[in-house]
Nanobody, 126 residues
Framework: QVNLVESGGGLVQAGGSLRLSCAAS????????MAWFRQAPGKAQEFVAA????????DYTDSVKGRFTISRDNAKNTGYLQMNSLKPEDTAVYFC???????????????????WGQGTQVTVSS
């Protein structure tokens, strides 16, 4: 099992930036990919971005392309989500997820990820 702890959330004005971190511990050698999902009040969980842990694969949902950047530091076992040009509709609890499965077309599905963090709140004011 991999333990994931998110940090970096907060309150920011529209147009501002935040950088989320996801620190992994435990069986980190098994991580093959990491992702960020979000869930706004009253809405379903939404895929945001995913990255292959030891490879070039990256995927973003259309609504964040050009504004968000996912990255990872393998030596620190930490993933990041740099969020720029934030909009009120980005307000949500952001969760990171990790899994040992290889990269596939299912990365956007929440049920394809085995380990999850507790989430960090991001609030964007207008």
């Amino acid at each position: 099992q991999v333990n994931l702890v998110e940090s970096g959330g907060g309150l920011v004005q529209a147009g501002g930036s935040l950088r989320l971190s996801c620190a992994a511990s435990g069986r980190t050698f098994g991580i093959s990919r990491m992702a960020w999902f979000r869930q706004a009040p009253g809405k379903a969980q939404e895929f945001v971005a995913a990255i292959r842990w030891n490879g070039p694969n990256i995927d973003y949902t259309d609504s964040v392309k050009g504004r968000f950047t996912i990255s990872r530091d393998n030596a620190k076992n930490t993933g990041y989500l740099q969020m720029n040009s934030l909009k009120p509709e980005d307000t949500a609890v952001y969760f990171c997820a990790a899994d040992s499965a290889g990269w596939s077309s299912t990365v956007r599905r929440g049920d394809s990820w085995s380990d999850w963090g507790q989430g960090t709140q991001v609030t964007v004011s207008s």
